[in-house]
């Protein structure tokens, strides 16, 4: 016999104006489970969970609790009904201690500082049945991203949340503190605890999902189990068709080495080492993932590469034997680099410029777009919508401001411009973070493509899946060191795991 489900939505619909954000979806989620709500961005997600949470009130449709019709008004009268949401952006306030926080909102009868010391230690119960380590005086400025996320979840579980919801937690997170999380959410599954987990990528969601439900354009396309599909069939079940998670790549002759580093050591913020003696050549026709943990050198090494950091004495960096060492990033970009950096608004584009404007950043100065001295704006134009078109950047007009369009979407606009620059060398720093699946697919084809044709490319991803499926050799960074190298049809995701976890460093 089936179990009552602690919590079921039935039939929800909502619309923004010109927007259908729920289309008559259903789903239920039981006690002791972790039920995923997976979908690309806009797929309505957050609408539904903003629904459950009484912040929004849907147009039609029912919300069931413990099998009882619930009338969900406010986040407080969700709380009451012991539903918990973990929001994308935290709710933190930053100059009071995770105790104040987690006190705010609690009713009570006696005053707020008694009240502190048994919040206090009621957090401190809460942090070691879950394994949450937080230390209830500490100021919430002072914790990091993950810990933030792990005072939200107490505040939560400080109200008796039986249902959690967690919507993206793991967006803002290092792969270490993902196992940590997910390792805190089975201990809550097992005590019982219902919840709802807000994702899209894939190798989580089959990781620590007992159910799975797939959003598109706000209908659901489907209910499964990871037992029952695979990263393939979800992709395909959110995207809508079918997708390439790994592009075909034809057999190419390697060429000459295009990009050089030699001993190649960079100092990072803080004055101490981020890079140590790198030493990897990127030839014509492959591709080079640079595999590891963000934080162990990629970045440092990635903006050295770009001129945009100085390295140290006695390394060298040359693009086909041009000596780039001590280049500025312009003269680097001159001698055939195109730089995808991972920071797309700070590095990669300028947020008020309108999309033409980003687009043309680097070439405006050639000679095909000026007629004399002037500009020739029609024919600029055309070059711009051509790129838009081309590379599919979803965007209302070339002069929309780029700071408007998602993220995925910048994305798609700077590698426009950066592939159409003809480089010899290609450095992209997490070429689909935070990208749709779809633009994903067309990213890695477009490399896949310059690398057919003799481009060297360096890619630098946290994401093991992306350098398995599109790189041709893998260099695994740990601590600022190249640690390892291996051809791809050699290289297991184990290995590269334990590499990237210092496992193979030599004491
Ligand atoms: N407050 C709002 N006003 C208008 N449109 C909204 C609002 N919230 C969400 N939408 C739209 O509803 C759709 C679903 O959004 P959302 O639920 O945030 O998706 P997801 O969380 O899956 O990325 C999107 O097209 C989005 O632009
Ligand atoms: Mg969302």
């Known amino acids: 016999m089936e179990h009552t489900p602690l919590l079921s939505m039935h039939n929800i619909t909502k619309t923004f104006p ?42 039609s449709g029912e919300i069931r609790l413990r099998g009882e019709v619930a009338s969900i008004t406010s986040p407080t009268s969700a709380i009451e009904q012991r539903v918990g949401m973990v929001h994308q952006h935290f709710m933190l306030v930053p100059t009071l ?61 400080y109200r008796d949340a039986e249902l959690l919801v967690l919507d993206e937690p793991t967006a803002v997170l290092t792969p270490q503190e993902v196992a940590d999380l997910f390792v805190i959410l089975r201990q809550m599954t097992d005590a019982g605890t219902g919840i709802i987990f807000i994702s899209h990528k894939l190798h989580e969601v089959l990781e620590l999902s007992d159910r799975i439900t797939v959003l598109r354009n706000g209908r659901v396309t489907g209910h499964t189990t990871p037992a029952e599909t695979s990263r393939q069939q979800l992709a395909d079940m959110m995207v809508g068709r079918e997708v390439k998670l790994a592009p075909d790549k034809p057999h190419v002759d390697l060429g000459l080495a295009r990009l050089r580093l030699r001993n190649l050591s960079v100092k990072g913020d803080r004055g101490t080492m981020a890079v140590v003696d ?18 162990n050198g990629q970045r440092e090494l990635a903006e050295t590469v770009a001129g ?4 140290e004495a006695g390394s060298s960096v040359s693009i086909d034997d041009v000596d780039l060492t001590t280049a500025t990033p312009a003269r680097t970009r001159a001698a055939g680099l195109s730089y995808v950096p991972e920071e797309r608004m700070k590095d990669g584009a ?96 477009q490399l896949v493509e310059q690398r057919n044709e003799g481009v060297a490319i360096l890619m630098i991803s946290e994401d093991l899946d992306e350098i398995l499926g599109l790189a041709d050799r893998i260099a695994v960074m ?10 791809r049809e050699n290289a297991t995701k184990e290995e590269l795991g334990l590499a990237m976890a210092g496992a193979e460093v030599d004491a």
């Not at 492959?286 to 590891?292: L, N, R, T, Y």
Request: charged letters at 25%; hydrophobic letters at 40%.
């Open 350 to 445: 300028v947020g008020e410029f309108q999309v033409s404007e980003n687009l043309l950043l680097i070439n405006h100065a050639e000679a095909r777009f000026r007629r004399g001295p002037l500009f020739d704006f029609a024919k600029i134009r055309d070059h711009c919508q051509e790129l838009v078109d081309q590379f599919s950047v979803k965007t209302p007009s070339l002069a929309t401001p780029t700071s408007s369009l998602s993220g995925g979407n910048i994305q798609k606009l700077i590698m426009a411009r950066e592939l159409e620059s003809k480089p010899s060398v290609i450095l992209a720093a997490q070429p689909t973070r935070g990208v749709d699946i779809g633009a994903a697919e067309y990213i890695h084809s």
């Open 97 to 157: 201690t995770v105790a104040e926080n987690v006190a705010l909102g609690l009713t009570s009868s006696r005053g707020f500082r008694t009240d502190l010391d048994v919040v206090s230690d009621r957090i401190t119960e809460i942090s070691e049945q879950y394994g949450l380590s937080v230390d209830p005086e500490i100021d919430v400025w002072k914790l990091s991203v993950g810990e933030r996320q792990r005072v939200e979840i107490i505040k939560a579980l």
């Open 278 to 295: 790198a030493d990897l050549d990127v030839h014509a026709g492959e591709i080079v993932g640079i595999a590891g943990v963000s934080g």
């Open 308 to 311: 945009l950091r100085p390295a």
């Open 18 to 59: 010109g927007v259908l954000a729920n289309d008559d979806v259903s789903f239920d989620v039981r006690n002791g489970e972790v039920h995923t709500l997976l979908g690309e961005n806009g797929a309505g997600k957050s609408t539904l969970m903003k629904i459950l949470f009484g912040l929004y009130k849907p147009d």
């Open 478 to 487: 740990f601590e600022g060191r190249i640690v390892k190298v291996v051809d």
